[in-house]
């Protein structure tokens, strides 16, 4: 896959976890266009060891001078965030993919409601822009547990005016999914990215409301997690190789030396998924990708967030 070489022009401290990244091209020119909703991969070489993450873009997709990412330092994190936040500086150089969207805006909607949780929110960012540029009807409605985890409410209410609004945990405020998706007018689509339980019961609510599936998008990257080391034979290219208890399948594959395919790295897109040839165990699902059914024919898997519970396991790649 294709990169681009950048570097930190700035660094903002927007909450106690969360921090701003200005990324700018090495050359001087300007990033790639794209459109609101787009996430880019970041390539971080950790202790010899190249981690790679996806993040949202939050900057304007009308100015490509520069490319912002709003990374959250996370609790239970594998090395990609507490590196982001404690080692990164201006001036630090890394790599990145060209921007993918896999949560664009329907440009036939009548309405759009969007529906942020927590860093959830980075996404919307972009998407307004382009809201605000095409002059559709939309409502931005943003949760977070207190006030001093509310990131970029000044520029939301900025950007958005009265078509934004915020439910403060701390506060008793809630976000009834049900009373706000009922009195939408036909041909609404909303948009929802958050924590789990918050994006299943958005969608449980929609879908309990007769909304049409394709009026319903999400996104929601998952991070690869730590399980028991198993090893790993590609059938294509007849290589062997362990995946230790602390690095995904795809990262193991890549570590091998293997180019294998990838967009989201984050069990969303289906760019990375893997047929399964043999397993002496159980898969061990973690993507958002797969239907219950694929997951349970256990003959698929998604490498860059799912493992694999067993001795051995044999793909197609």
């Given amino acids: 896959m294709s990169h681009l070489n950048v570097k930190v022009a700035a660094i903002e401290q927007v909450t106690e976890h969360v921090k701003h990244f200005t990324l700018v091209s090495e050359d001087g020119e300007k990033l790639p266009a794209f459109s609101g909703g787009s996430h880019v991969v970041l390539a971080l070489n950790i202790k010899g060891r190249i981690h790679r993450n996806p993040y949202s873009l939050m900057s304007s997709p009308l100015k ?10 996370q609790e239970m994190s594998r090395g990609g965030s507490v590196f982001m936040h404690d080692e990164i500086e201006v001036g630090s150089h890394f790599q990145i993919t060209y921007p993918v969207n896999l949560f664009s805006l329907s440009k036939l909607s009548h309405k759009n409601i969007l529906i942020a949780g927590g860093i959830g ?38 950007m958005c005016g009265d078509r934004s609004h915020f439910y403060v945990a701390s506060d008793g405020q809630m976000l009834d999914f049900h009373e706000l998706l009922s009195k939408q007018p036909l041909g609404t689509h909303v948009y929802v990215c958050g924590p789990e339980p918050m994006v299943n019961a958005m969608i449980s609510a929609a879908r309990d409301l007769g909304w049409p599936e394709k009026h319903i998008h999400n996104e929601q990257f998952t991070a690869p997690q730590i399980g028991e080391s198993f090893k790993v034979k590609l059938a294509i290219s007849n290589i062997e190789l362990e995946v230790p208890s602390n690095m995904s399948m795809l990262e193991a594959i890549e570590e091998a030396g293997v180019d294998a395919p990838f967009l989201c790295r984050g069990g969303a897109c289906g760019r990375c998924e893997l047929e399964v040839v043999a397993c002496d165990g159980s898969i061990i699902h973690h993507d958002n990708y797969l ?18 519970k067993c001795q051995n396991i044999v793909v197609n790649l």
Avoid: W
Avoid at 64 to 72: A, C, I, W
Avoid at 129 to 153: C, G, K, M, W
């Fill in 64 to 73: 490509t001078e520069n490319y912002g990412v709003s990374v959250r330092k």
């Fill in 121 to 158: 929110i980075t996404p919307f960012l972009s998407q307004i822009v382009d809201l605000n540029r095409i002059q559709t009807d939309y409502e931005l409605h943003y949760a977070y547990r207190s006030p001093e985890h509310a990131a970029f409410r000044e520029e939301i209410e900025e």
């Fill in 291 to 308: 239907t219950d059914a694929e997951k349970n024919s256990g003959k698929k898997i998604m490498p860059c967030v799912s493992r694999a």
